[in-house]
């Protein structure tokens, strides 16, 4: 492989990287389904491209390719996956996700379907860390209201779908919030505060238009199903989001959250100390794509990086810097196409957590916000991918009744949400009246 300065860096050493995706995506293309190939393997394939194309000796390669997948960072990070699975099942396991569904729809009026579809969807999702997970706890209730009530198919699951991704971006345990503050060496506390900041509102201008779409939208009488919740079981939620915006370390914030689930579930009866362990380990194994992703992908990336592909984008992106503002957008951009080409809004920053930190740190960004920025722009695409997991869902939850166009045009929260984006990056005042708000 012809070397280059390392200013300039090597733009054959991308190339591992672009067979790392254009596998996935054309997999996903093929099988009409982006999430039928397994990601690791398509990984694996690239690692096996940058030790063909690559002119180091082997064991150079291999010792890179493990000191990338043990980097300190992507370690964390894959801990952290582990023990929000964890929680996330026990929590499932004594009845909290139920708790929340019946709790918001049992208390829906009819003419407010769409509106408290968002709040709900916003909730469980900010709650349980997956957009995925609400999308599919909801979406058939929602089809369902819509059919029955008259209210408008489109907009009721354009409010699923951006409560969805509100949560899924602002939740301290989603999977992308956890690798966002871990590629920027941030702490998850400071990133929500900085992303509430910018997602409060959007979602306020979301609740009022919805509000007013209630208000005046004809609907018709419709029984719903009144199903039982108990406040208790949502509690651990409250408290694993209480302690990390009060700077409990991560680690043992979950811990925490796993202990009390599993304490209301003993005493409740709802399982036993086996099923207890068991549904932790369960948990644990739910994590197993996105924790052996995150690691071979930070091999990956070091193969690529010690080749010279990382310098090679920090040029290109670092010719078009002018200022603090197009640094973020340079980021924001950059993550964006990432998600564009592989539909997985997680991977795309860990794929681009490096060069972020690189762009972050020359520059003297704030890394809780480059880390907000990324998170934010991956969940606006992974939002409005007419090949997304969560787009997909609902389409296949409306049966065929319902277009893309019509889905998306009624997502206003994903809209909002980038106008106040793009206004925090642009307005110098904003980063001043957020610390001074948050005192972060």
């Given at each position: 492989m012809m070397k280059k300065s390392k200013k300039q860096g090597n733009a054959l050493a991308l190339l591992p990287l672009f067979v790392f995706i254009f596998t996935f995506l054309g997999?996903?293309?093929?099988?009409?389904?982006f999430y039928a190939f397994p990601s690791p393997l398509a990984v694996v394939i690239g690692i096996i491209a940058a030790f063909i194309f690559f002119k180091n000796t082997t064991e150079d390669k291999i010792d890179t390719l493990i000191k990338g997948c043990g980097d300190s960072k992507i370690m964390t990070m894959c801990l952290i996956y582990l023990l929000a699975g964890g929680f996330a099942s026990v929590t499932q396991a004594m009845g909290a996700v139920e708790s929340i569904v019946n709790l918001g729809i049992n208390n829906i009026n009819i003419e407010y379907f769409p509106l408290g579809i968002f709040l709900v969807a916003s909730f469980l999702s900010t709650a349980t860390g997956t957009s995925v997970g609400a999308i599919v706890a909801l979406g058939p209730i929602a089809v369902s209201l819509a059919d029955k009530s008259g209210?408008?198919?489109?907009?009721?699951?354009?409010?699923?779908?951006?409560?969805?991704?509100?949560?899924?971006?602002?939740?301290?345990?989603?999977?992308?919030?956890?690798?966002?503050?871990?590629?920027?060496?941030?702490?998850?506390?400071?990133?929500?505060?900085?992303?509430?900041f910018i997602a409060l509102p959007a979602s306020i201008i979301t609740v009022i238009i919805l509000l007013y779409l209630g208000l005046t939208t004809e609907t018709s009488a419709v029984a719903i199903n009144k199903g039982n919740y108990e406040f208790i079981t949502i509690l651990p939620y409250f408290l694993v989001i209480g302690l990390a915006v009060m700077?409990?370390?991560?680690?043992?914030?979950?811990?925490?959250?796993?202990?009390?689930?599993?304490?209301?579930?003993?005493?409740?009866?709802?399982?036993?100390?086996?099923?207890?362990?068991?549904?932790?380990?369960?948990?644990?194994?739910?994590?197993?794509?996105?924790?052996?992703?995150?690691?071979?992908?930070?091999?990956?990336a070091a193969l690529v990086a010690k080749a010279g592909g990382i310098d090679y984008v920090l040029h290109k992106i670092k010719a078009r810097i002018k200022s603090k503002r197009s640094a973020q957008m340079g980021i924001g951009a950059?993550?964006?196409?990432?998600?564009?080409a592989i539909a997985n809004n997680t991977v795309s920053i860990v794929i681009t957590g490096n060069i972020a930190r690189e762009i972050n740190d020359e520059y003297h960004l704030s890394s809780r916000k480059t880390a907000t920025v990324m998170d934010i722009f991956c969940c606006i695409v992974q939002g409005i991918l007419p090949y997304g997991a969560q787009v997909l869902l609902l389409l296949n939850y409306a049966g065929g009744k319902l277009h893309f166009t019509d889905l998306i045009m009624n997502t206003w929260y994903v809209v909002f949400l980038f106008l106040f984006t793009m206004i925090a990056i642009n307005n110098r005042h904003w980063d001043r009246l957020t610390n001074k708000f948050f005192k972060v």
């Amino acid at each position: 492989m012809m070397k280059k300065s390392k200013k300039q860096g090597n733009a054959l050493a991308l190339l591992p990287l672009f067979v790392f995706i254009f596998t996935f995506l054309g997999a996903g293309i093929i099988l009409n389904d982006f999430y039928a190939f397994p990601s690791p393997l398509a990984v694996v394939i690239g690692i096996i491209a940058a030790f063909i194309f690559f002119k180091n000796t082997t064991e150079d390669k291999i010792d890179t390719l493990i000191k990338g997948c043990g980097d300190s960072k992507i370690m964390t990070m894959c801990l952290i996956y582990l023990l929000a699975g964890g929680f996330a099942s026990v929590t499932q396991a004594m009845g909290a996700v139920e708790s929340i569904v019946n709790l918001g729809i049992n208390n829906i009026n009819i003419e407010y379907f769409p509106l408290g579809i968002f709040l709900v969807a916003s909730f469980l999702s900010t709650a349980t860390g997956t957009s995925v997970g609400a999308i599919v706890a909801l979406g058939p209730i929602a089809v369902s209201l819509a059919d029955k009530s008259g209210a408008s198919l489109p907009l009721i699951c354009g409010s699923l779908l951006g409560g969805a991704m509100l949560g899924d971006n602002l939740s301290i345990i989603s999977d992308t919030t956890i690798a966002a503050t871990q590629s920027l060496g941030c702490e998850m506390r400071d990133k929500f505060k900085v992303n509430l900041f910018i997602a409060l509102p959007a979602s306020i201008i979301t609740v009022i238009i919805l509000l007013y779409l209630g208000l005046t939208t004809e609907t018709s009488a419709v029984a719903i199903n009144k199903g039982n919740y108990e406040f208790i079981t949502i509690l651990p939620y409250f408290l694993v989001i209480g302690l990390a915006v009060m700077g409990v370390n991560v680690f043992a914030t979950l811990l925490i959250g796993i202990l009390t689930a599993g304490f209301i579930g003993l005493v409740g009866h709802d399982f036993s100390v086996l099923v207890f362990v068991q549904k932790i380990y369960e948990g644990f194994i739910s994590m197993i794509d996105i924790f052996l992703l995150s690691m071979l992908t930070g091999g990956l990336a070091a193969l690529v990086a010690k080749a010279g592909g990382i310098d090679y984008v920090l040029h290109k992106i670092k010719a078009r810097i002018k200022s603090k503002r197009s640094a973020q957008m340079g980021i924001g951009a950059l993550v964006s196409f990432t998600n564009l080409a592989i539909a997985n809004n997680t991977v795309s920053i860990v794929i681009t957590g490096n060069i972020a930190r690189e762009i972050n740190d020359e520059y003297h960004l704030s890394s809780r916000k480059t880390a907000t920025v990324m998170d934010i722009f991956c969940c606006i695409v992974q939002g409005i991918l007419p090949y997304g997991a969560q787009v997909l869902l609902l389409l296949n939850y409306a049966g065929g009744k319902l277009h893309f166009t019509d889905l998306i045009m009624n997502t206003w929260y994903v809209v909002f949400l980038f106008l106040f984006t793009m206004i925090a990056i642009n307005n110098r005042h904003w980063d001043r009246l957020t610390n001074k708000f948050f005192k972060v």
